[in-house]
């Protein structure tokens, strides 16, 4: 599904990806690890289209397309979701009506009709239901006051509405306590199958307790260097990144 | 000819009064304002009163379809067609009538202009206690070519009344029109009254229209300024309470595009204690249009514990466009709150990232931001066909399919 190649991308003159080599296949969960700065967000939002950032080598193949080549709403029409360390507050834009655009312009691009209003606020309803989303939340503003919690699960409510083939959760376990933890988890877990993948960013293992990855990646210094089983997080989590960034600078 | 010559040679054609003779003497003397003068510092008439108008014509006979086709679908409607007041609704507590002079001492040119020759325009008298759930629409149609005309409006609330207005301004061919409108209301105690002004005409169409309110205690006064069309428009609101427990509210949204101007000057007279004012003016501007904000806030020195907040917000869409703010506040009062603020800004690169991410197309997601930016204001609007035309127009400006009413 997704083929990233020797991808080399920063911000100005400063490069932030050396050489980032990854595959990802339907039906798999990747987990990408690795300390503070080491490049995990720029490569979700290299993959997400963020302009800010600029690719100055290697390539990324999703689906036998180049991503590289489409804007941001391409990339979201050809089914790559982001969801957002950051989620940004949109005063004066309520949920439903935000969820509204993006599924009319999501289904325009990709050449569907249009659902009808009704329809659409019952799938938002039974999504609702999936990560425990109280009621009146469809007309607050697009994350506006939400807590950092609510934020986060927005974002999954979002992936839910969208039905993403690649999902990249960026950091979604930070800001969380433990129940929201689990039951964006549990909503993450519902939504996958063997037809769409998901790349699960995070500092910590504990999300990995919920989302079981198949790989995990550690990332240093703009480059994967150690990949292995879910095991290796664990390693990660009772010994720290140190072993391994010793081990990668020794080569 | 220029607008003054044809102001001349028909004034010379007419008999007014000598008090209006003397009006009309000062104004030719004086001629139209110039950027020279402080009130019209950033827009300048120079264009506008250079061209050749019509004045006092009437063009062919109004259809019914004309009407329907920029109505907003209210029952109740008043309908003037080329100056000529056609027709008036049927409502229990309220007196509709043609036009019927009222003094209006002022040092302004378009109203000395305005007060001279207009022989144009409406009284509406709601009687004491009068509440109205129906929305009357006012609709002014322009059928001849390059005219100017003038409308001199009264409205007079009774204590206790309600009632709420939309009005709208419509020029029916593309050909140059100018309208100097002046509309004066006088709001008696605890009554509650809402103002809508649709100023979305045709693309060579100008407006000056200025709007007196006056206020006895008790009473609210809401004036919403929706400018979406229009070469030129010059809005002057001015408030004055002259009683206790006065609420004024304005809301302003304009959006342009091309070489459209928009000005609006705006005073809150505060003379009495225990008052508010709330003013939101949100300006969007493409192409090469240009914005002017001038809200001035007058609190006297009896005029204690008053409540006045003003804000304009600005976006700036484009490398040519501009605006020019100026919020004016000045307090002789020592027991107030007043507070102002002033935003000139672009879209948020943030934001806009995350809507494209969702799959929402780089002008989508623009329109759909600008709307956000627009919508504090517009959901201000009590009367839902208002709003869901604000939303209408403001998505057929920004050139999107988009439906902003869920």
Redesign the interface.
């Known amino acids: 599904m997704l083929k990233i190649k020797d991808l080399k991308a920063g911000i100005e003159d400063n490069q932030i990806l050396n050489e980032i080599n990854l595959e990802v296949n339907a039906g798999e969960v990747h987990a990408i690890m690795g300390p503070n700065g080491s490049g995990k967000s720029t490569l979700a939002a290299v993959i997400?289209?963020?302009?800010?950032y600029e690719v100055v080598g290697g390539s990324i193949d999703f689906e036998g397309e180049d991503l590289l080549e489409l804007?941001?709403?391409e990339?979201?029409?050809k089914g790559v979701?982001?969801s957002?360390q950051y989620?940004?507050e949109?005063?004066?834009?309520?949920v439903?009506?935000?969820i509204?655009?993006?599924i009319?312009?999501?289904r325009k691009?990709t050449g569907m009709k249009p659902i009808p209003?009704k329809d659409l606020l019952k799938m938002m309803r039974d999504k609702m239901k999936l990560l425990n989303i109280k009621n009146g939340y469809l007309s607050r503003n697009m994350n506006e006051g939400f807590s950092g919690g609510e934020k986060k699960r927005n974002e999954i409510f979002?992936m839910a509405m969208?039905d993403p083939k690649l999902s990249i959760l960026d950091e979604t376990d930070s800001g969380l306590d433990i129940d929201a933890l689990r039951i964006v988890a549990n909503g993450v877990n519902k939504l996958k199958s063997k037809n769409n993948a998901t790349i699960v960013i995070t500092h910590y293992q504990r999300l990995l307790d919920y989302i079981i990855p198949d790989f995990v990646h550690v990332l240093y210094d703009g480059k994967i260097i150690k990949s292995g089983g879910k095991e290796l997080a664990h390693e990660l989590d009772e010994r720290g990144y140190d072993w391994i960034t010793k081990e990668a600078n020794k080569k | 000819m220029s607008l003054i010559e044809n102001l001349k040679s028909y004034s010379e054609g007419i008999n007014v009064s000598s008090d209006k003779k003397k009006l009309l003497t000062s104004f030719f003397e004086k001629g139209f304002p110039t950027i020279q003068d402080e009130e019209w510092k950033y827009t300048s008439l120079k264009k506008l009163i250079s061209e050749d108008y019509s004045i006092g014509k009437n063009g062919s006979i109004l259809s019914d379809l004309d009407i329907s086709n920029h109505s907003l679908g209210f029952e109740n409607k008043i309908v003037f067609s080329d100056g000529k007041l056609i027709s008036t609704p049927k409502i229990k507590g309220i007196t509709f009538s043609d036009f019927s002079d009222f003094e209006c001492s002022t040092a302004d040119t378009f109203l000395q202009l305005n007060s001279a020759l207009a022989n144009n325009g409406f009284t509406i008298k709601v009687d004491s206690n009068t509440i109205v759930d129906e929305v009357i629409e006012i609709l002014f149609f322009t059928n001849t070519e390059n005219s100017f005309n003038q409308y001199r409006n009264q409205i007079i609330i009774g204590d206790n009344a309600e009632i709420k207005f939309v009005e709208k301004i419509q020029n029916l061919s593309n050909s140059t029109s100018f309208v100097n409108h002046f509309t004066q209301i006088d709001c008696g105690k605890n009554t509650n009254v809402e103002y809508n002004k649709i100023q979305n005409n045709t693309e060579n169409s100008k407006l000056i229209d200025t709007m007196n309110i006056f206020q006895k205690e008790d009473s609210t006064c809401n004036i919403n300024t929706l400018i979406f069309g229009g070469s030129f428009t010059r809005n002057n609101l001015n408030f004055e309470q002259n009683g206790s427990n006065c609420e004024s509210n304005m809301n302003g949204v304009s959006i342009l595009d091309k070489n459209q101007l928009a000005d609006n000057h705006t005073f809150v007279d505060h003379k009495q204690p225990h008052c508010t004012s709330n003013e939101m003016y949100k300006g969007v501007y493409l192409g090469n249009s240009k914005g002017v904000f001038n809200g001035k806030i007058m609190v006297r020195q009896d005029a204690q514990k008053i409540d006045a907040f003003q804000s304009n917000n600005n976006l700036l869409l484009s490398e040519n466009s501009t605006i020019d703010s100026k919020p004016q506040l000045e307090i002789y009062a020592d027991d107030v709150k007043c507070s102002h603020g002033c935003t000139i800004g672009q879209l948020d690169e943030d934001a806009l990232f995350y809507m494209r991410s969702r799959g929402i197309g780089i002008t989508e997601a623009k329109a759909v931001l600008t709307y956000a930016f627009a919508s504090e204001a517009i959901e201000n609007i009590s009367i839902l066909e208002v709003k869901l035309l604000a939303q209408k127009l403001l998505a057929k400006k920004l050139n999107v399919d988009l439906d902003f009413s869920v």
């Not at chain 1, 997400?48 to 800010?52: C, T």
């Not at chain 1, 949109?90 to 309520?94: A, L, V």
């Open positions: 997400a289209g963020k302009d800010e804007s941001p709403e990339r979201a029409h979701f982001l957002f989620p940004v949109i005063p004066g834009i309520s439903s009506n935000f509204k655009t993006s009319t312009e999501l691009a209003t979002q969208l």
